[in-house]
């Protein structure tokens, strides 16, 4: 029996084995609820094949799909001290932080770049979802404010891709001072006519969309986007009506003048190169 147990069993066991199958081989739309393999998400962008449904698509991955290797430089933030509040809820904001940057190789939510689109020099900023939900605290908007500068001093756009959860609230008030000072950063480039871009991506909500996010000159929507201040079952709560199915979705705001573009993934790329050319 333990000829057959430790010798056999495992020989035979070693034959028949099955491969390991990677996680995420397949991934389901939740819109028209096709399966697809992750190769075919990849290659087509994540965007569902069968509906264009936008599945949300990383800063890292978004910087490859519109910028040169040789043509971008990323610009440092600056530094910051952690915690203003010394705040604490089921972990300290801290063991958060440190969590986030280990994961994301990132010290926090926004990535901001020196690149071209096109033949155009610009400034671009990202929203980076993965840490921490995009919120926005005093790095985000002390990111913002530098872009700001630096295109002010270089006299180029300044880009902007949004992704965000709202204000981050283990800063408290200081969080949601970032909404007026990035409303001032935008106001010196209208100021000094340099143009200013937003493109709103999957999901643009809270305070983010209360302030900088609804400023710019020209504000592209990815298709299919969800844009908003508080969630639509909240609203829904508070004025005791239903909403439309598509409320706060790229295309109902294009319907109701808040958004000027919106636009499928596969023509960003070109839509932002034309209308950088023709506003510079």
């Not at 096109?118 to 980076?128: A, E, H, P, T």
């Not at 909240?234 to 109902?252: C, G, H, N, S």
Request: aromatic share 6%; hydrophobic share 40%; net charge positive.
């Amino acid at each position: 029996m333990n000829w057959l147990t430790n010798f056999v069993k495992p020989k035979l066991s070693a034959l028949v084995k099955r491969k390991e199958v990677p996680e995420n081989l397949w991934q389901n739309c939740p819109s028209c609820g096709n399966m697809i393999h992750h190769k075919d998400l990849k290659e087509n962008l994540r965007v569902c094949i069968t509906c264009n449904h936008h599945f949300r698509m990383s800063a890292e991955e978004r910087i490859k799909l519109l910028f040169s290797n040789e043509k971008t430089q990323e610009i440092e933030l600056d530094k910051i001290s952690d915690d203003p509040l010394n705040f604490s809820d089921k972990k300290r904001y801290r063991d958060r932080l440190r969590e986030y940057r280990k994961k994301t190789k990132r010290e926090d939510a926004f990535i901001l770049l020196n690149t071209k689109i096109g033949q155009s020099n610009i400034v671009c900023g990202l929203m980076n979802f993965s840490f921490m939900g995009g919120s926005m605290g005093r790095a985000v908007g002390g990111a913002i404010v530098k872009g700001a500068k630096i295109a002010l001093e270089k006299k180029c756009p300044f880009v902007i891709f949004t992704s965000s959860g709202g204000a981050r609230m283990q800063e408290g008030i200081i969080s949601l001072m970032q909404m007026p000072r990035t409303v001032a950063a935008v106001e010196l480039l209208n100021q000094n006519k340099i143009p200013y871009i937003v493109v709103l991506t999957e999901p643009t909500t809270g305070g983010v969309t209360a302030s900088f996010a609804m400023l710019g000159d020209i504000t592209i929507a990815e298709q299919g986007s969800t844009i908003g201040f508080a969630g639509k079952r909240v609203i829904q709560d508070t004025i005791r009506e239903e909403l439309p199915i598509d409320f706060q979705k790229a295309e109902y705001l294009k319907e109701h003048g808040m958004v000027d573009i919106v636009c499928h993934r596969k023509e960003l790329k070109s839509n932002l190169e034309n209308i950088i050319n023709h506003i510079t």
